[in-house]
């Protein structure tokens, strides 16, 4: 089965340490991204890449680190500068092309709720 | 700065009714449209989306419709059933795939 696996599921960590969350895919896909969603607001860009070995900081990277160095893994690092860290994060992935075509869809893992204690 | 709204936080109907989602965006530039769907603590799936050189794509019970000049975009499912109880994310995306979300509207619907 094609999909996106992250793990694990439920994560708790106290405060200070840092915590990395794992993302994988197996659909061949170019792009990945990570969210976060916090209550009441929709998912906010964190980090994403559109080929290995290359990323770029989306809209709230602060205290976030990531690396790709496969084509089917993108694992985030929550490090102890990030302010707020409990939140559920979302990694997903698509297929990297121009805009009017399919390939802006981005298929969602399960997602990974952290807390910080 | 939130560039697409769902200014409805909930929103119920009867089984069998019609729903209609909205959703507002702000940045002009965004040239690529998508509803997502989603259940508690799973992660978002694709619902439908649309180009912004249409203005309506219908996929069996879900229509999307899409307004340019009032930046508006409306997700209709018709009829309700209540499966279709979950959270929907509007999302637009501009041309290098970056996509932002909305805040989501939890539909639902009542037997």
């Known amino acids: 089965d094609g999909g996106i696996t992250q793990s694990p599921k439920y994560l708790f960590r106290k405060e200070g340490q840092n915590v990395t969350l794992s993302c994988e895919q197996n659909?061949?896909?170019?792009?990945m991204y990570w969210y976060r969603q916090d209550p009441g607001q929709g998912l906010r860009l964190i980090y994403y890449?559109?080929?290995?070995?290359?990323?770029q900081k989306g809209d709230i990277a602060e205290g976030y680190s990531v690396s790709r160095e496969k084509k089917e893994s993108f694992p985030l690092t929550v490090t102890s500068a990030q302010k707020n860290p409990t939140a559920f994060y979302l990694c997903?992935?698509?297929?990297?092309?121009?805009?009017?075509?399919?390939?802006?869809?981005?298929?969602f893992g399960p997602g990974t709720r952290l807390t910080v204690l | 700065d939130q560039q697409v709204k769902q200014n409805s936080p909930s929103l119920s109907v009867q089984e069998g009714r019609i729903s209609i989602l909205n959703c507002d965006y702000t940045?002009?530039?965004?040239?690529?449209f998508l509803w997502y769907k989603k259940y508690p603590a799973e992660g978002p799936t694709f619902l439908i989306s649309?180009?912004?050189?249409?203005d309506k794509n219908e996929d069996g019970r879900f229509t999307v419709f899409l307004n340019k000049s009032a930046k508006h975009l409306s997700l209709h499912i018709v009829p309700s059933q209540p499966g279709d109880s979950a959270v929907y994310f509007c999302?637009?995306?501009?041309?290098?795939?970056?996509?932002?979300f909305g805040a989501g509207t939890r539909l639902t619907v009542k037997p």
């Open positions: 997903a992935s698509s297929v990297a092309g121009t805009s009017g075509h399919r390939s802006n869809e981005q298929f």
């Open positions: 659909l061949n896909h170019d792009a």
């Open positions: 890449s559109q080929i290995v070995n290359d990323f």
């Open positions: 940045n002009s530039m965004f040239d690529y």
């Open positions: 649309i180009s912004s050189i249409k």
């Open positions: 999302a637009a995306s501009l041309t290098n795939n970056d996509m932002r």
